[in-house]
């Protein structure tokens, strides 16, 4: 599966537009977890155990979009974006969305920019 941030996948052209897909994923820490990551954020500097959390959570909302878009029969997604939002103060909500559609290769399609 392709997955692309820009509207287009260079040396391919969009034959099918699938529709719209996403993967949504709504974490929390444990207690323990939060009471480190507070501790922590007394000194000042990254919160290592906030990090995890959500470069895995970002990691599995991607993994869940394409499944999504796999599902509908898309090959590619493009202008594919992360969103996030807190949800009652502890919990963390991150979202993959994107357009799923079909390509195949096409040497007159957009390239890369070098």
């Known amino acids: 599966m392709i997955v692309s941030t820009a509207p287009f996948v260079a040396g391919h052209r969009v034959v099918e537009t699938k ?3 996403f993967g949504l994923v709504v974490r929390s820490r444990g207690f323990s977890g939060n009471l480190i990551a507070g501790l922590r954020s ?3 500097g990254e919160i290592h155990e906030y ?21 509908m029969g898309a090959n590619a997604v493009i202008s594919m ?4 939002s807190e949800l009652a103060g502890t919990m963390s909500e991150i979202v993959a969305y994107g ?16």
């Open 51 to 71: 990090t995890e959390l959500l470069e895995d959570t970002r990691r599995q909302a991607l993994d869940r979009l394409v499944k999504n878009a796999t599902l």
């Open 99 to 114: 357009t799923a559609v079909v390509v195949v290769p096409d040497a007159d399609a957009p390239q890369a920019i070098e």
């Open 42 to 44: 007394l000194g000042g």
């Open 81 to 84: 974006r992360f969103d996030s």
């Open 19 to 21: 529709g719209q897909t």
